[in-house]
Nanobody, 129 residues
Framework: VQLQASGGGLEQPGGSLRLSCTASAVTLYHYRIGWFRQAPGKEREWVSLIRRGDGDTYYSDSAKGRFTISRDNGANAVYLKMNSLKAEDTAVYYC???????????????????????WGRGTLVTVSS
């Protein structure tokens, strides 16, 4: 599975960006998709995820209320719309995928790097005036 994250760039504080995660040869609808980010000198951290199919979505505390994850099945893509950007959002953003089944009750929220099997190259988001 080859994933590609795109849509990063330079944006001013308060601005918006939409990141895209696409793949060739596989249908992303069947995969759990997570967005992670890594700022310079910091560990990779989870930002958001969407469960397989028309699954539930989840956000980190820093993303909640500002970011929205969504699927575009026609485009075979998963988007991360980021609004009200802050300087601390500056990082390389990665999308990741997994075919693993969720637990039957859906109690576990897969926010760890090890919860994902496939990773794309990141896209750099810089928030600066």
């Amino acid at each position: 599975v080859q994933l590609q994250a795109s849509g990063g760039g330079l944006e001013q504080p308060g601005g918006s960006l939409r990141l895209s995660c696409t793949a060739s040869a596989v249908t992303l609808y069947h995969y759990r998709i997570g967005w992670f980010r890594q700022a310079p000198g910091k560990e990779r951290e989870w930002v958001s995820l969407i469960r397989r199919g028309d699954g539930d979505t989840y956000y980190s505390d820093s993303a909640k209320g500002r970011f929205t994850i969504s699927r575009d099945n026609g485009a075979n893509a998963v988007y991360l719309k980021m609004n009200s950007l802050k300087a601390e959002d500056t990082a390389v953003y990665y999308c990741a995928a997994s075919l693993r089944q969720d637990d039957s009750g859906g109690y576990y929220i897969p926010t760890e790097v090890d919860d994902y099997d496939y990773w794309g190259r990141g896209t750099l988001v810089t928030v600066s005036s």
